[in-house]
T-cell receptor, first 117, second 116 residues
């Protein structure tokens, strides 16, 4: 089956530093990737939609300059949390929509747990 | 815009007993409906989905769900649960005709705890 990986799986950083999270589709090409944020015991909230070769579309209330998204290839999207603060601590999950096949299909990565001290 | 309500935040159930997880949605357009499962510290895995056709949908691991348009519901059921079904379950909807193309809107999740 289709596999999406995320790296790192867990990261702890100091307040004020930037953290980059990678999302890769391992065995398929993805024109669209989605980035979600999940607070403890809560649901997933869509942060942005990332299309290969173009600027990401951010959801209302998500700071573009805070959460930088790059989708440079059909198998890789990155989310950079800039100048991270403790309130950015969360579980970040990406998903990827295959270039071929049903448009309703998304495959999810295992998530990245970010802890900002 | 769509919204999803999962009426139960937690459902304790004994092993081999049946379970039903309730999901209601609100939308002004036709939607696709999904159920996902999330095991601790992992991403989401698709259990089943309704796109069109038969309102009773069968998924993996013995789960099934029924789409009820008049009640705007998509409840998930399993006739006999196992300890391994302990997880968080999310109902989600997407608008297939939306400009953003199948963005998912999730419900708040239901935590299922299967007891021996």
């Amino acid at each position: 089956g289709a596999v999406v990986s995320q790296h790192p799986s867990r990261v702890i950083c100091k307040s004020g530093t930037s953290v980059k999270i990678e999302c890769r589709s391992l065995d398929f090409q993805a024109t669209t990737m989605f980035w979600y944020r999940q607070f403890p015991k809560q649901s997933l909230m869509l942060m942005a939609t990332s299309n290969e070769g173009s600027k990401a579309t951010y959801e209302q209330g998500v700071e573009k300059d805070k959460f930088l998204i790059n989708h440079a290839s059909l198998t890789l999207s990155t989310l950079t949390v800039t100048s991270a603060h403790p309130e950015d601590s969360s579980f970040y999950i990406c998903s990827a929509r295959p270039m071929t096949g049903a448009a309703d299909t998304q495959y999810f990565g295992p998530g990245t747990r970010l802890t900002v001290l | 815009a769509q919204s999803v309500t999962q009426l139960d935040s937690q459902v304790p159930v004994f092993e081999e007993a049946p379970v039903e997880l309730r999901c209601n949605y609100s939308s002004s357009v036709s939607v696709y409906l999904f159920w996902y499962v999330q095991y601790p510290n992992q991403g989401l895995q698709l259990l089943l989905k309704y796109l069109s056709g038969s309102t009773l949908v069968k998924g993996i691991n013995g789960f099934e769900a029924e789409f009820n348009k008049s009640q705007t519901s998509f409840h998930l059921r399993k006739p006999s649960v196992h300890i391994s079904d302990t997880a968080e379950y999310f109902c989600a909807v997407s608008d297939p005709a939306g400009a953003a193309g199948n963005k998912l809107t999730f419900g708040g999740g239901t935590r299922v705890l299967v007891k021996p």
